[in-house]
């Protein structure tokens, strides 16, 4: 009977679409060889050019992770199930940017009684015998700070305000875009252009007004985080970037509170809860951060509307079982969600006792630079999908200036056929991304060759892969599509 490998959402566009792969073999490491064999432009992004798997890509078997089994010498059994599973960064996107504080004053320790009206609003809670009037309370006396009023702040804050908890604090400092409302339900038409805080405050009030919210509108650093985090009961991380979401963690961390973890990509995402006493925390499972640029982001890579409100849901959930005492949280357990198979799968997420943070030896005791640890500099990590300047950059009014001048030169365009429908450049050759490396023999390596994409992130990525193979003749298109329209034909949609 082979073995099913079950491939996420961010690789299937190495793997022709496919989100499993049968084989047949005896351990992982063939099972992992004849994958990449079939698929080689995995390959690159399972092993590190030392033929090591990558510290950001985990392996399941069944419901365990193969570094606490015999690693790629791990045997299989007939019908089992691997599964590759990414660290992946979605969620809302926090940008560097100045701003100021508010009400963060420490909460008076007074007895906590409801009102009748609090009575009246909270009793379908009051009912339940696991939550109850005492559980009711806890709420109410309760805080959670929320890592972003994006996709998955924006159930996760609705619902805790629904729930009562009594002081909520959200760290964003964005301004709504209208490219936010598909799936930022906090945010209503009317608040493009508004800042994410006051949006959310407003409804946040409108909804539940006898809570009290605290507005960052600030970039959380590693100068700010700990006194930011410290009022707080349980951390909710809704963060879409790496250098925060390693901040989070080791704040959690470094002060003991939970912290209630989702991500989020395409049509599938990641919850669990961090830090908790026993628990393991982010690092556990992922000790590094990918390699800036080869894991895209929601920008790049598209999100399904839906999902964050699911995962973000999940994250509310855990965050009012963790005041409340109740149930069993997902604290060494990591849930995977796919929504286009609808299936819910359940792995083992265990405390490293060589975790650099929550271990039994931990050598980070204070805050890091998060950005050189995740091997961006603070320029580029401004925005996830900012260009990343590549060899020979060719700009959209340079690009016009070739075409009308008649220079000879291929334009390949390495996004999705769907993209292709929304926008384009005249006269572009397309090959996606992912068949590039089997497809590398159509490029005539003895003409000018200018790639682009959505935004100039992919394309400055198969620059480099290019320049590895050989080729010298290219050029990434900076701003990609994005900023053509911007510079040279405004009359295109953009996305
Ligand atoms: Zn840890």
Redo the contacts with the bound molecule.
Sequence with gaps: MPTTIYVPTPLRQFTDARDTVQVDVATVGEALSALTLQYPGLKQHLYTEQGKLRHFVNVYVNDDDIRYLEREATALKPGDTISLIPAVAGGSPLADAAGAASGAAPVPAAPVVLTNDEVRRYSRHLILPEVGLEGQKKLKAASVLLIGAGGLGSPAALYLAAAGVGRLGIVDFDVVDESNLQRQVLHSTADVGRSKLASAQARLTALNPGLRIDAYEVALTSKNALEIFAPYDVILDGTDNFPTRYLVNDAC?LLGKPNAYGSIFRFEGQASV?ATKDG?????LYPEPPPPGLVPSCAEGGVLGVLPGIIGTIQATEAIKLILGIGETLAGRLVIYDALRMKFRELKAR??PE?????TQPTVRALIDYEQFCGLTPAASAAAEAPQVAMGDITPRELKARMDRGDDFVLLDVREPHELQICTIPGYVSIPLGDVPKRIGELDRSRDLVVMCRSGVRSGRIVSFLASQGFTRIANLTGGVLRWIDDVDPTQPKY
Excluded: E, K, N
Excluded at 280 to 284: E, G, L, N, V, W
């Design positions: 961390v961090f393991p925390c982010y690092r556990c405390r490293d975790c650099p943070v929550c271990g």
